[in-house]
């Protein structure tokens, strides 16, 4: 069965958000605990490239079913996760990539690389890192896991921060964020 990606986002009430992201029923890689650990011979680049044996990886329906079973260990690596097996995967940066975000009742929706929605607040909060003149914003967003907002997202976070005054934060979901890394 082809993979259908979501309407856009723009397009998306925030109660049309939550049900997108109810219906993504995720495994539950957190509860695994696989005897059998190896090595995926993938990786993950910078700008949220997925490679296997030095190859990317075109197909983003395979992209989406691997980012499923990602998660990150304690000591900050990663990993993919069955109940049977637990393969390490390289991650350059954030395994994951904000695309998009639109700001809908008072909350900030953003849409990541693997079609995946993600509602900032206080289960998936933003963290700015980096420096005043290279700043980098993360969301968090499930098992230990971070999405790198983009150049576009970030200028669109930023223009919706102004919006809200000159003191570079944005609020969702009850939660203010800063824009500005301390």
Do not use: C
């Amino acid at each position: 069965m082809p993979y259908t990606p979501p309407p856009e986002l723009a397009s998306l009430s925030l109660a049309e958000i939550a049900e997108q992201v109810a219906a993504r029923k995720l495994p539950p890689v957190a509860e695994w605990a696989p005897t059998h650990e190896g090595d995926s011979h993938m990786r993950i680049d910078a700008a949220g490239t997925w490679y296997h044996d030095g190859s990317p990886i075109t197909r983003p329906a395979m992209v989406r079913a691997f980012s499923g079973l990602l998660r990150r260990e304690e000591d900050g690596s990663h990993s993919l996760v069955t109940p049977f097996q637990k393969l390490a995967i390289a991650v350059e940066d954030a395994p994951l990539v904000a695309v998009d975000v639109q700001r809908r009742d008072g909350a900030l929706a953003f849409r990541l690389n693997t079609d995946d929605l993600v509602v900032a607040g206080p289960d998936h909060a933003l963290a700015a890192r980096g420096d005043a003149d290279t700043p980098a914003i993360y969301l968090h967003v499930r098992n230990g896991l971070e999405a790198r907002l983009n150049r576009s997202t970030y200028e669109q976070l930023a223009a919706l921060s102004l919006e809200e005054g000159d003191d570079w934060t944005v609020t969702s979901g009850g939660e203010t964020f800063s824009l500005r890394p301390a």
